[in-house]
């Protein structure tokens, strides 16, 4: 890897990844903000975002109408729904929160179900998912982070590539993270490893899955057809481009709403199609938290899905936002949401933030 400048301390250059990566816990920052300046946006970076992620889902929604009634029906609306729900949230819930944060405990039943739904979004196996995240966190915008905007600087030439890298290019980089360094509690898991290598079956299922079940549902071969363009290619690309914003635009644009060091930030028009990981500022504040959308009115989908499972019983132990540990990272004036922890774990220091509802 090319050597790059460590954007949290300029005119050094960070040492390479060397020691042991822990659990996300372990990464959390609690050093003042960094004093880089917010790179203000400027025309060519709008422009440049919209190119990677506006245009083409825009061209998505302007071909509805134009296939409405030949090349899609509600049925393939339906089917991609579902399948958008389950793959997505088996990534926010699955993979993000539970795998590489553990932001609660799940039962057996469940944790099974997470990888298997996470797996279905087509974005790797569940082991090498969560080992890339955990790097990203130890690393968060410094070298060694596998998908940082900031890699090659902080001038707008630089942010462009930089944007391009943390979006799709570090994916075709050859660098794999080990497994073994970055998750050895799922390794130590047979059922997981298990799920993580039939990855390729998993691929075969999400495909074709929709595909059947549109072609039993409207008993046609079109119905199966129009099913596995819409529920299947459309509805892993579109996930996809969410996904990977939250790489690209949550580290570039947005509003830092808690102290951190890097450049995570809160984007707020993400938040419904991302399932609440767009709220990705206060994420890297606090990563074990299991609501990222922490501020009152912030939406977050997986969150709300967490709170159900905890009020089933399937998930315990949640890490719901806890005032005393954000009170002294907030930024603004705005107040903690529902689901925060009525009593906090030790005393707030600063002013408390009184837990208001959603
Ligand atoms: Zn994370
Ligand atoms: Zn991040």
Redo the contacts with the bound molecule.
Sequence with gaps: MTAVTDVTNPGTTSSPAASDGPPAAATERKAPLNDLRDTQKGTGEKVLVGVFVAVPLLALVAAIPLAWGWGLGWHDVVIALVFYYISGLGISMGFHRYFTHLSFKAKPGLRVALAIAGSLAIEGPVLTWVADHRR?HKY?DREGDPHSPWRFGDDWKALSKGLAWAHIGWMFNGNRTSREKFCPDLLADRKIVRISDWFPALVVASLLAPALIGGLWSWSWQGAVTAFFWASLVRVAFLHHITWS??SI??TFGKEEFEVRDK?RNVNWLAILSFGESW?NL??ADPTCARHGALRGQIDIAARLIWFAEKLGWAYDVRWPDPARLNGKLTGTRRLGSMTRRTPAVPAKKQPIRPGAA
Excluded: G, K, Q, T
Aim: with cysteine.
């Design positions: 990203h968060s939250i790489n949550c580290h995570s990705h994420h890297h």
